[in-house]
């Protein structure tokens, strides 16, 4: 499933237009990632918790040469399943 589907679940769900729908979905994502860059977290109940999540740099071989080097530290966005969603997962 794509943004534009999701966003049409949300209309058909919601009865709302897909134009709302759509706004609403990224509505959604843009507060996730404004919540991660403020090191903050998303909890949502029966689904998961996205977070932000700190690697250090570290020394990294490149496959192809076998050249050693470093790679940067960085701050990815994590995700933490719910244990709801997680039984879902092993049907």
Do not use: C, Y
């Amino acid at each position: 499933m794509n943004k534009s589907e999701l966003a049409k679940a949300v209309s058909d769900k919601a009865g709302i237009t897909r134009a709302q729908a759509g706004d609403a979905v990224d509505a959604i994502i843009e507060a996730i990632i404004a919540s991660a860059k403020a090191d903050d977290t998303v909890q949502l109940a029966g689904f998961g918790t996205f977070h932000a999540k700190h690697r250090e740099a570290r020394e990294v071989r490149n496959p192809r040469t076998g050249e050693k080097m470093m790679s940067a530290a960085k701050t990815a966005l994590a995700f933490r399943p719910a244990s709801a969603l997680k039984d879902l997962a092993s049907l």
